[in-house]
């Protein structure tokens, strides 16, 4: 169920790169461009550290949504899909981080 949402979520946003700005908040974001997607990303990260801090575990989720939500439109504006981003954490699934950090060439 959690994929398929991904999935439909990922068409969506897609669509929405021929729709009218003044018709779809995603559209509108596109418009504005990529830094306004990294502002939107940072807000929401922000608001989920907040939400962290307050301990409200409905808060939480509903932030990490609104965060995730904008990741989604940024991969999408960068013509990435959210496949790509879990194909890298099946890659690293079962390696230990301490592993996996030390394995990085960034
Ligand atoms: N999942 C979401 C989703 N989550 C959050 N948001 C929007 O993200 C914004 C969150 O920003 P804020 O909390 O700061 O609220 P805001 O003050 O309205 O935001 P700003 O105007 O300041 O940017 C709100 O406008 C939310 O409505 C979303 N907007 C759209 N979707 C999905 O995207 C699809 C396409 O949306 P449209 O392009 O609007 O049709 C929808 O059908 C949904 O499935």
């Known amino acids: 169920m959690n994929d398929s949402v991904l999935t439909q979520l990922a068409e969506v946003l897609e669509s929405r790169k021929q729709a009218e700005p003044d ?22 990260a922000t608001e989920t550290v907040m939400a962290a801090k307050d301990g409200e575990k409905d808060k939480i989720v509903y932030e990490v949504a609104d965060l995730w939500f904008h990741t989604l439109v940024l991969l999408a504006q960068q013509n990435l899909h959210p496949d790509d981003v879990l194909k890298e954490l099946a890659r690293r699934f079962g390696m230990s981080g301490l592993v996996e950090k030390a394995n990085r060439t960034d």
């Open 23 to 44: 018709s779809s908040y995603v559209a509108k974001l596109y418009a504005k461009g990529l830094d306004s997607i990294l502002k939107k990303i940072g807000e929401e």
